[in-house]
Structures are given as C-alpha cells and as structure tokens.
C-alpha cells in the first residue's frame, strides 16, 4: 500500500487503542521485554552489520552499538513502562458552572506520534512503548546507519503485537530510508498530530523546514557546567569527569566548563582526570595560560569562536573564563541549546539565581548534565527531551505524549 492508505490504517488503529484495556497494552509489553532478551542473539548480528560499515572511532559507533547488556536495559526499559499506571482518563481538573454544566480537563493520547531520529536503534523500542502506554499509534523513521538493527527491533515489536492483539498491528510504522518518503510523510496533517525529531541540528531543521504537522523540538544538547567562585573543588573535578566522559556520545554530556576567573587555581585539579581519558580541551586565553603548564599539549589548543556553542559528542571540551555568575549565564543561554547546564557552588544565592534565570529544560546545582534522562527521572524512558517551551520541556515520557480535552455534561442548557 501506498504511504496515504498506510497512515490512514494508522490513525484508525490510534483510535482502537483509545478502546484498549490497561491489562492488554501491558501484555504486548511485557512479551516484547521477552522478546528483546530471546532475540538478542539475532539483534546483535543485525546490529553488527550497521556497525561493519562505521569507523570504530566516529562517535555515532558507540549510539549504535548493540550488546548484551544494552539490550537488557532496553528490555527492563520496556518492563519498567508497562508496570506505569495509564494517565489516560485522567481528571486534571474538575468544576460545575453556574447553571449546572458540568466540566472535567481529561487527559487523552495525542492520537498518531510521528518520530524522527538518528542513530540509537534503542529510540526505536523506547519510542513504541511510550506511545502503546500512552495509547498513541507511531509512525518511525530511524537513521540510515542503524537501518538493519531498526527493521530486527521492529519485526520483534509486530511479532508482539501478533502474539497479544493482531487488531493493533497498524498502530506502529516504520518508515524507510528514502527521502521522498519522508517528505510525503511531514506533509500529513491529517494522519499524524504531532512530529518529534530527535538528532543533530541538520535533521531538526530538515523537520521544522517540510512539516505540516505541529513539531515538538528534542534532541540537541550543548551542555554546560560552571565552577563558580564558591565552588568546592573535590565536586567540580568529579561531576566534570562525571559529565565529560561517562557516555560522551549523547546529548546531555559536558560540552563547555565555565570558570570564575578567582578559581582559575583550580583548573588543574578539575582537569587532571580528563588527562586520563584523553580529553581534548579548548581553552580561552587565561585557561590556556594554566593548563598549558600541567596539561598534556598534544591535547591542548586554543579555543576559537567555533569552539563555543559546539556539541563535541566525543572526547573534547572547551574552557571559558568569566568574571561573574551574570557572565556565565549570558554566555550559557548564548551558545546553548536550552538542554542541561549546571552549576557549582557552596553560595545558595549564587544556586537560587543560575536556577532562575538559566533558560534551560533541565538546571542542576552541584550535580552532573548526565542526569537529564527519562529513565532517569523515573519516566520509564524518553521518546527524546524537549528543549522548547510549548507543551512539554525536559525528558519526554508518557504523560508528556498526551493533550486534554473537556467533557462537558449537561441536563439540556443552553447558552443564553
């Protein structure tokens, strides 16, 4: 069938789940976990085509790959949404007017999500089990480098569906890698509520630039973390190896660490253990001035404007000096994406105000950007973080893919 009839079946399908028992969704998940886990084996050497055509050293090696123990997590991913109770149905607020009518705000599905992403074959399950707990139907596109671990995951997600409810097989797509495809796809505003793109700064603006349909914004993340003149050294020097180095290759990893200039006594020590994981650092003129002394400078260089503002996604990290909290700020909501930044310090004050006006998704004082994950914060997972402000900002779990409508119920009122 062609992409129209396809999407017409899929909104159709988005409307069978509004009808489906709690007790029916969990089902299809708790047998996809199973799956995940039975099938890991065939995973994995779908997986290791994709990777056969990536060099070992290009940060998108390390999102795509595949192993036992990441399949695992996705599966306790997937285990974790379904033992979530359904926020659909419920009552957000409630009121009787003056003439009796009786309101309810109620939480519904947005109906059919259409998510597109790169790299990351996990998004793939994470996105369906989101949406199936939240009674949407989705439309996925993954990226081309991922294609055969994409199409083994989601042939594992329609054999779930056929062994628990075949009915609600139409309720997932995936797309294929063909361009003109994808075009055709963002022009469907009559079948799909709502696009998700989750990837670098290219495909959200390929998204923003071809949608007819509303777009949530996810994904890219410039993360910053700022030592501030009361910050305590032993905490700066473990959240910035925390923040760097843990998983380099995702969006909420340490891009640029700020320093108050009183503190530049410190930047050795904060440093130092980025020495042993080969950090490349590009630092201003006064950090370079410091680190070129006690830093290794074959992986030392002076940072340009391109320096800032920049997701590294791999082992690299620049430095710059301020002279203020305020300077820091301002420099933050310049060249970040309004994704994760931190700060620390001993001084509330100094916290109560980088939280205040840092316009950022997700804001720590004295802890690492890597926490910014729906798993994380207890969402189940993410189908991505939203780094805009219109309906959901942050990590994106089930309650963020749902609206509300009201259900009004009368005795024959009329308006007069």
């Known amino acids: 069938m062609d992409l129209t009839e396809a999407l017409q079946k899929t909104k159709e399908a988005s409307r069978k789940l509004l009808l489906c028992d709690e007790k029916g969704i969990d089902a299809i998940l708790k047998v996809l976990a199973h799956q995940l886990v039975e099938q890991r084996g065939e995973i994995i050497a779908a997986n290791k085509k994709d990777l056969a055509e990536i060099d070992p050293d290009d940060h998108v090696y390390d999102r795509i790959l595949l192993n036992g123990k990441r399949i695992e997590t996705m599966a306790d991913s997937v285990k974790n949404i379904a033992g979530y109770g359904s926020p ?44 199936l707990k939240s009674r949407n139907a989705c439309v996925m596109k993954g990226g081309s480098q991922c294609e055969k671990s994409n199409e083994m995951l989601m042939r594992i997600i329609l054999q779930s569906i056929m062994e628990v409810n075949p ?26 509520d709502v696009i998700i793109p989750r990837g670098g700064q290219g495909l959200i603006d390929f998204v923003r630039e071809n949608s007819l349909i ?33 998983r380099p290759s995702v969006c909420n990893a ?36 410091v680190l070129e002394e006690n830093y290794p400078l074959n992986l030392l260089e002076e940072a340009t404007d391109e320096s800032f503002g920049t997701e590294f996604l791999a082992l690299k990290m620049a430095v710059k000096t301020v002279d203020s909290l305020e300077e820091a700020i301002f420099h933050i909501n310049k060249f970040g994406t309004h994704h994760s930044d931190a700060i620390i310090t ?20 004295n802890a690492s950007t890597r926490f910014s994950d729906g798993g994380v914060f207890r969402l189940g997972a993410e189908i991505g973080i ?31």
């Open 167 to 192: 009915v609600l097989l139409d309720a997932v797509i995936l797309l294929s890698n063909d361009r003109n495809e994808v075009e055709e796809f963002l022009r469907q505003p009559d079948y799909v």
């Open 386 to 416: 939203s780094t805009q402000k219109l309906h959901a900002r942050g990590p994106m779990g089930i309650k963020e893919l749902t609206s509300y409508k009201w259900e009004c119920i009368g005795r024959g009122q009329i308006r007069t």
């Open 346 to 365: 001993e001084n509330s004050g100094e916290a109560e105000k980088f939280l205040k006006t840092v316009d950022s998704a997700c804001v720590y004082v």
């Open 254 to 289: 340490l891009d640029t660490l700020i320093i108050h200039r009183s503190r530049l006594g410190d930047l050795e020590k904060i440093c130092r253990p980025l020495e042993e994981k080969n950090v490349e650092i590009f630092a201003d003129e006064q950090a370079f001035a």
């Open 88 to 131: 659909i149905g419920e009552i957000l607020e409630e009121k009787v007017l003056e003439n009796g009518l009786q309101l309810k705000k109620v939480r519904v599905p947005f109906g059919v999500i259409g998510a597109i992403f790169e790299a990351r074959p996990n998004v793939v399950i994470d996105t369906f089990a989101l949406c």
């Open 214 to 246: 509303p777009v949530i914004v996810t994904g890219r993340g410039v993360c910053h973390v700022y030592f501030d003149k009361d910050g305590d050294a032993e905490k700066g020097r473990n959240i910035v190896l925390n923040a760097k180095t843990s």
